[in-house]
């Protein structure tokens, strides 16, 4: 499995497996790689005759005080999951390879980048389309992998590759959690011992909603209001955002009918994370 860091690697590589008539596979990461990640791998690999990792930690998509110098990177770790996964190369960038100092183009989602994580982050989902944007140009692949973990995302980048033609397969796979609960997450690094034991809340609050929901309650604020309750009992917890949404839209609802996103963010001391699931009226 080869690393290679440049844009012109990359695509003499992909070149040469289309002249073979070659599938190719693209997991966009931002590296330190854990069971989420690798699951993704797992099914890229199982799909595609080639699949490439993109491991790279997108200046354009943190906020001015978030946390991009001190996001955890570990790209000898991240080699070894994706050589063991069957992965066949590792794009690694460096921020100056995809960016130039007098950049001026950007990809913007409208709407569907309103509300959640997008009014909470100015700015950041405009980053993440620039950058997969520029990913798919870069790899053209067939298919592009992302987790239902992000599920903003997944719609954001679902909807961009609709409106702008890209010619790729966007597949959301399945959230993976540790065995108490806790979704994985680069982040989960930066916890203390009490502040893990305190990010179960995040967890056990959308269990709690999910319940109501499958006994067939209809208030969503009634749901999110059980939601925060419980968030709020954990003193380490502070809640950025409870939101029950229309899974497509992505537009609040008030009543609990069709598909739904319910997803939260909690800050746990300074670390803020995140975890949601979807339902479907008349669900188990
Ligand atoms: P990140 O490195 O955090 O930007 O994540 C890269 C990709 O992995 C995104 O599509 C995430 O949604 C996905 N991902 C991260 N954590 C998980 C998880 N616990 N389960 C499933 N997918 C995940």
């Not at 990359?10 to 854990?34: A, D, F, N, Y």
Request: charged share 30%; with cysteine; net charge positive.
């Amino acid at each position: 499995m080869k690393t290679v860091k440049t844009i012109k690697e990359v695509r003499q590589q992909v070149r040469e497996w289309k002249r073979e008539g070659l599938s190719i596979g693209l997991v966009p990461t931002m590296g330190c790689l854990h069971e989420g990640h690798k699951s993704l791998i797992d099914t890229a690999v199982k799909e595609n005759d080639r699949v490439i990792v993109s491991v790279f930690v997108n200046p354009i998509q943190f906020g001015p005080n978030e946390d991009f110098k001190t996001y955890p990177r570990d790209i000898e770790h991240d080699k070894k999951l994706c050589e063991s996964s069957g992965a066949s190369m590792i794009f690694n960038p460096e921020p100056s390879e995809m960016y130039f100092e007098n950049r001026s183009t950007n990809v913007e989602v409208e709407g569907l980048t309103e509300g959640l994580c997008g009014a909470k982050r100015p700015g950041h989902f405009r980053g993440v389309c620039t950058v997969v944007s520029k990913l798919f140009n870069i790899v053209t692949p067939d298919r592009a992998y992302f987790g239902e973990k992000d599920a903003q995302q997944l719609a954001v980048v679902k909807r961009m590759v609709r409106d702008l033609n890209f010619d790729v397969q966007v597949v959301g796979c399945p959230i993976i959690r540790e065995e108490d609960g806790l979704a994985k997450s680069s982040r989960n690094t930066y916890l203390s011992k009490e502040e893990r034991q305190a990010s179960l809340v995040l967890n056990k609050s959308l269990k709690k909603a999910k319940k109501l929901l499958e006994d067939g309650e209809k208030d969503a604020l009634l749901v999110k209001r059980v939601i925060e309750q419980e968030i709020n009992k954990q003193p380490l917890a502070r809640i950025d955002y409870i939101e029950i949404a229309d899974s497509e839209s992505l537009r609040p609802v008030k009543k609990a009918d069709e598909s739904l996103l319910i997803a939260i963010a909690v800050f746990i001391g300074k670390t803020r994370l995140i975890d949601n699931f979807t339902f479907r009226t008349g669900e188990k």
